[in-house]
């Protein structure tokens, strides 16, 4: 069997590669064709955990998910998710390898290469089409000896490459002709045209623009990819958090509001587990790096603290900000507060690492809001589970994905049942909660993308009189439309697909 290939690299970060990667996938997947993500490198702390435990970057599970097939850690063979003190974990292949340092990928770059490659292979064995993405910018000429992710990639496979710039952020046709400018003539010569993201505005002035680029560079602008802003895909990079161009929530018919606040400290993790909750109309979740002053804005109806890749870290963090007696006064004014995962960790009253794998900090006290206690191994728990919610009697699925355990549970209540854990029969619980206080933890991410157990929920933190949660449509197929709209794919096809 034939494998085709086609690229998306940008211009940075957060230009929207990940995107138009996850809107192939589901075009293609439309035209009948059977196609799998690959991003050979990702650096992300939003992990997703496949059914046989193996960790891979959520991006690459949404890509598959849209191309309707099920997420495989070949489809991203390593990953590195950031730590505080300019480390990274070491993923590969779906499972830890310990950390490496900033500039460790000279020392492990030639056998990650050969992951990269058998991975490829892998996927080509089995699929028709594979659709990869790159990392940041190829133009990275300090790194380029290094490289992992983007035109070592396409020259392994010949890969058509298309480059994606960013028109939200400004400069778009500098980003395009200084990248151009910074690659070698081999890598130049696979770059076949450009996609434009993010434009808002009247197309007629842009079109100069466009035609100035083609005959700059000889090259084809393949389309103008408008800002999507109903777009409800996870993001892979935090920037995407604070981005001013973000769309405002949905109002609910009558107005009123679910007002969730998520603390976001520098290390968050899997904040991919609250995009369900940012897409239901008369939710409004936003992220604080600092407690909000009581007199500006009403509390919220629920306080979260979510899944971190440095829990020690992000604690101290949480206290130096100001934000634990925010988080004492609103549990006391009746906000529910929920933490995940390492956002658990810090409800409780000790995190203890004996052997270090987290900080260098042998315990550390929590923040006491819940009667449990937590105790760092160095194996990591990377497993699919399924269960009940006792008090609505709905099923839940998650992933668990830490490396601290629940130690002791000493007065608390659980809050789920396990039923099933890697696909097997499991009796079991998970979380703890106070029966008087609405605070409680869990380890579960991905809870909310059930749509059962999420409109459950909402519906119960719902003002009186407001609007049940809702339902939205398929958002790779809208992703699909709005980009298929965009880009003229009779060019884009051919360069893969003469036939098509």
Partial sequence: MQTDFLMFQGTGSHVGKSVLATALCRILRRRGIRAAPFKAM??????????????????????????GVEPAVEMNPVLLKPEADHTSSLIVLGKPEGRLPAMGIREVRERLIQVMEESLNRLAGEFEFIVIEGAGSPAEVNLAQWDLANMAVARKVRAPVILVGDIERGGVFAQIVGTLALLNPEDLGLVRGFVINKFRGERSLLDPGLTW???????????????????????????????????LPKPSANGSWIRIQVVRYPQIANFTDFKPLEEEPGVQVEYLTRPPPDARRPRPHLLILPGTKSTVSDLQWLRERGFEPYL?????AGVEVLGICGGFQMLGEWIRDPAHVESAYASVAGLGLLPASTRFTPAKVTVQVEGVHPESGLTIRGYELHAGCLEANHKGEPVFRITRRGGQAADGWDGC?????PVWGTYLHGLFDEPGFRRWFLNRLLPRGGEGAG?????????????????????ILPLWKPSV
């Avoid at 700059?216 to 935090?238: K, M």
């Avoid at 004492?328 to 006391?332: I, R, Y």
């Fill in 213 to 247: 680029l083609e005959q700059r560079t000889g090259l084809p602008v393949f389309g103008v990819v408008p800002f999507l802003h109903d777009l409800r895909i996870p993001q892979e990079d935090a920037v995407a958090l604070s981005d001013p161009a973000a769309p």
């Fill in 328 to 332: 004492k006064s609103s549990l006391q």
């Fill in 433 to 437: 909660r106070l029966a008087d206080l």
């Fill in 471 to 491: 339902e939205g449509g398929d958002p790779y197929d809208f992703l699909a439309d709005q980009v298929e709209k965009a880009l003229n794919l009779s060019e």
């Fill in 42 to 67: 990702n650096m992300s702390n939003n992990a997703w955990v496949t059914r046989a435990g193996g960790e891979m970057a959520y991006a690459q599970a949404a890509q598959a998910w849209a191309a």
